[in-house]
């Protein structure tokens, strides 16, 4: 580039502005070395998506874009749409065609794509694949269809229309008054419009007048959703007289350029450049494009014909260059807000205070005219403010584009905790949609971001384009609190946001002040979000009280005749045994007394987020029971951890020819130590028997003991049942031959719950479809056969787990729970069945959930009760552990509950785990954009310049003012590390 400005100027005519542009380049190429190792000078395609993006908004009034290849289109049709209004002989044709083509570029374009795929679907009669994929939303915006193109031809003919008359008879006019003119009752209409449309998105915040005061009509002291959604409604009123207003707006801005004189002088570059943006602007960034127009009046107004020079130029190129000062004024207003946070802090914060601290302040203050030139070059180029290691040494970062990384939207590190963000982002994505069209967010421009808490979770947003009618973002979520810097910085955002939601009633004057103005984030607003809330209990005096070890064996025992009942039921009517779902027919949620009131089960309005779980190491190999031993997470920042093989595994791998389904492995180092046979727990070391290598002991005589039963299926008597509904209730026949002495049965049959049985018989017995009369119900009852069968499997399954006596201790009670059973007589028996394996398993985890909800709230009083209780936990809860498939499925499908048991190694103790999806409220603030942009560039040149690949550098470590070590997580991998990050969702802000 350098070489072909000097051989441009060697062999032209004399051209003063081309000689000073190669005396500059020769002096600045001297330099180059120094400032590529200083990261100023910047990569070749970062400098193109730069200058390309630069004049797509500033220059043709678009919008950055969220890929490169959108902003490489949308560049090449905007230029396209300048020339040919350069071409357009009238000035009526150069008004309307900027007007059409202003609206239509605009618009969400990326939405036409999908709309034509799914035409061309429904026309040839196609569905998608998979079944998991959220319903497609009706509200408005959400998707292209018939209601969204009547709309947006409706408003492209009617600003036509009034575009061409309002030029028509009063563009051509010769002179105009600035007081009494067509044009100037626009103007004062603009004045008008911008002062209510500003007031009432500045009141629907928590802070007024850039963050600096609370609002006072905001709520206060938000207990929950209910109480916020009453006392906010004064609030939605505003907002929505400003969407109207909003709608107005772009109108009133068409007709102030229609009648304007300038456009008779249209057939010049930068003239015909203006208006093209003018046009074109309105639509893309109404609350911009007014602010700009304003500024333009208000001029004109001030100034009438004294400013030839201004006035020549033409309202088009005006509007474009008071678009650039005011983005360029912002720019250099946060970046100097930035510099001031990193100067002060560096000392006032005793962490951040380093040796040097003194000399970098002393340096920075006497040359404070450097500094500031700095900041202002930096803002000129529209290039992050670069704070080397964040200490306060301040260098331009290369220019790039507003997206800051060169990969695509949507990288991210997932882990298990990955899942709550993904289930959460749809209906955050509804919420943020309302409050993107109220303004309760402040003004939306490309390059902002967000956060939001709630809980243990934060949530980080990112403007990625804007246009008429639509907003694309991207989110991401971040780790749970981990890491001492991620909960210091966790600490001072809680902080924050009670300062501004939870303050009281009356606040005198002082008490109005943000005394958090100086930190990075600034809250905005609390949107409701349907989430799930995490509560955690220490199962101390529950799981270790030996009255209640006593009252499993009784809950699990009619647990699991409610299940084979159950199971005979489901199997009967044609329904599919499911190990990740439980097979009951959808119902409507039932409230939930001990864990408060729920939301509705209908699915929120939210938008089709895409999965980037995908990557999510889970093996799902249903057919094998080893599936979990060989699950990794390979995205462990410490690396891979060794597989562990439980005895359930060892077990599932000594059965030749048969199947079971996966469970969830125990804990790492729970309960088990480690050997030395390939990472093999102690405890599932079995005799040799169950391994089938047919030697060493304990030795078994098959052929002297004929008291072990040892039956094959056919050999088995026949059933006589007395009634015939019975043979809805027979279990399989291989269900029947536990290889168990029969007085082990006889002695524990006293333990049957006998009324139970009959009782969960009569309940179910009416559902089976036929002659279920109430004389048939009382035969099935008394049914002696069919009873007898059930009690024989009930108690087969309960001595394969080992509880015959009773549960001995909480970490036999924490091994059943996890499916890490301890090898037993019938132990081979029960897991080669995978149906049976995975009821008795189930079953035993109600019995556990059953004892943990009555030592909280109080013994279950009535069969009635009991039975309720068990249909609720099969139809809105998913009981087991958390590093299971169907845990992770049951939260992408909203089951309103979870419950799983785990084990605190470093306490000692047994916790119990419940998840809730309820509507709450999230909190989320504005973050100074070029503060995290600062920071993104540190992080880039740091790793990629200075290659400082420390884990525990400074440059990372918890600033309460910069966020610093939330910033560097929310970074695109490989340099920063969410654990969720969605593709681009669009929302409609109407």
Known sequence: MFISVDLADRFSGPFPELQLASQVLHVLFVFLPLLWALGILPPLDALLLWGMEQALVFGLGGSPMSSNLGLLLMFGVSAGVAVCNYFIPSTLGVVLFSISTGFLLSLDLGQVGTFCRRRAAFGSHGFHRGGSSPPALTSFGWNLGCRELLVYLSLLLVAVAEAGLLHHFFGSAQSQNLVTGPQALVSYLLLVLFCLCWALREIQGAYVFGGMFLNPLYPKGMSNVQTFMQRIKGLYTAAAIRRVLHLVSPFAMIAFLSMDQSLQLLHRVSLCVGFTRAFRVVWQSSEDALLQMVVVVLVRFAAGNTLPGWDDLGTGVQLLLVGLLIDRLTQFLAKLKFTLTVLVTSWTEKKQRRQSAGTLLALNASLFPILLAVVTLSALLSAPLLPLFTLPIFLVGFPRPQRSWPGPVGTACPCLDSVFYQQMSGSLASSLRMAFARGSLGSLAPGSHFLGRFQDRMVWIMILERGYGYCTVNIKGLELQETSCHTVEARRVDEVFEAAFERPERLGFTQGFNLHWANSLTPCAAIAVRVYSDARNVLSGIIDSHDNLKKIQEDFLKALVWMLLRHCVQKHKGFLWSNEEGPGIRGRKSQSSQLGQTTSNQPPEAVIVESNMSSLRFRQDSSSLTSFGDWSDEDDLFGPQPARRTVALVTAEAQPGHTTLQTGASLPGSVEMDSLFENMA?????????????????????????????????????????????????????????????????????????????????????????????????????DEALKELHAQVALSCLISLGAESAFTSPSYVYRLYCGDIPWTEGLNWLSSSKELYQLTLRAFRFSFKLLFDQASLGPIESPEELFSTLEEYERDWYIGLVTEKGWHDSILQEKPFLFSLGHDLAMGTYTGRVLSLQEQLVQVGRLNGEGVRGQWANLSWELLYATNDDEERYSIQAHPFMLRNLTVQAADPPLGYPIYSSAPLHFPCL
């Open 682 to 782: 102690v405890s599932a070391l079995q005799p040799l028997q169950p391994l089938g290598l047919g030697i060493g002991m304990p030795a078994v005589d098959k052929g002297q003991n004929p008291e072990v039963f040892r039956e094959s299926p056919g050999s088995l008597p026949h059933l006589n049942f007395s009634c015939p509904q019975s043979e809805v209730f027979n279990l399989p026949t291989g269900w029947r031959t536990a290889p168990l002495l029969p007085s082990c049965l006889l002695q524990l049959r006293a333990l049957f719950p006998e009324d139970w049985f009959r009782f969960t018989l009569g309940r179910f017995g009416p559902i089976v479809p036929g002659d279920t009369t109430e004389d048939m119900t009382k035969a099935l009852k008394e």
